[in-house]
């Protein structure tokens, strides 16, 4: 079965900082994807990033940013220039394709400190 | 684009009720939508699949019989939490996938229900 760790329960980053947070996944699948999402206290889930696993290049979205290993099966996410909207829980999560389910990690609460 | 609506934001219940919440894809047709429980500071928790047209396929430990799934259109899939009690309230979050964009999911704004 398919499973997504974050080690990191809780993160702290002051504003203006970079940070980053680890997610590690475990699959057989040769094709998948991988995405961040962030839960603001709104709840209202965000999609940060995602990265498909046949591309080699890290994406990037503005400030955002993934270290996509692949061998070592690790998709962490690193965030620039932090800032106090950034604070919210961050999910990682993994599919398999068109039509398979999320797999979600138990996520990692990041507070943002002036 | 890519708006999915749910429907109530909060609703509160006495046990032994039933409860419908509705999720909409507001500009995008949906061939799939998900259904998530998510307890205080934990992860989200897929409860069932859901296929326009089919019925749901449930996650081991969720009793289908009390959690009713519909997708009657390509916009439209329903979650009713029959008889509902204490232990059921919870934060249920759906999402839908595009019938165009093939792996990615766009999540409701989820209700919040309450059972007392």
């Known amino acids: 079965a398919q499973t997504v760790t974050q080690s990191q329960p809780e993160m702290s980053v002051q504003e203006a900082e970079t940070v980053t947070l680890s997610c590690t996944y475990d699959?057989?699948?040769?094709?998948?994807?991988l995405f961040w999402y962030k839960q603001p206290p709104s709840r209202q889930m965000i999609l940060v990033i995602r990265?498909?696993?046949?591309?080699?290049q890290n994406a990037t979205e503005n400030r955002f940013s993934v270290n996509f290993q692949k061998a070592a099966k690790s998709f962490s996410l690193k965030i620039s220039d932090s800032q106090l909207g950034d604070a919210a829980m961050y999910f990682c999560?993994?599919?398999?394709?068109?039509?398979?389910?999320?797999?979600f990690g138990t996520g990692t609460r990041l507070q943002v400190t002036l | 684009g890519a708006v999915v609506s749910q429907h109530p934001s909060r609703v509160i219940c006495k046990s032994g009720t039933s409860v419908k919440i509705e999720c909409r894809s507001l500009?995008?047709?949906?061939?799939?939508m998900f259904w998530y429980r998510q307890f205080p500071k934990k992860s989200l928790m897929l409860m069932a699949t859901?296929?326009?047209?089919?019925?749901?396929?449930?996650e081991q430990g969720v009793e289908k019989d009390k959690f009713l799934i519909n997708h009657a259109s390509l916009t439209l899939s329903t979650l009713t939490v029959t008889s509902a009690h204490p232990e059921d309230s919870s934060f249920y979050i759906c999402?839908?996938?595009?019938?165009?964009?093939?792996?990615?999911?766009?999540f409701g704004p989820g209700t919040r229900l309450t059972v007392l």
């Open positions: 999402s839908a996938k595009s019938s165009r964009e093939g792996y990615e999911q766009f």
């Open positions: 699959t057989s699948e040769s094709d998948y994807y």
């Open positions: 990265q498909e696993a046949y591309k080699q």
């Open positions: 999560a993994y599919t398999t394709g068109t039509a398979s389910k999320l797999t």
């Open positions: 500009d995008f047709q949906a061939t799939t």
């Open positions: 859901s296929n326009e047209g089919s019925k749901a396929t449930y």
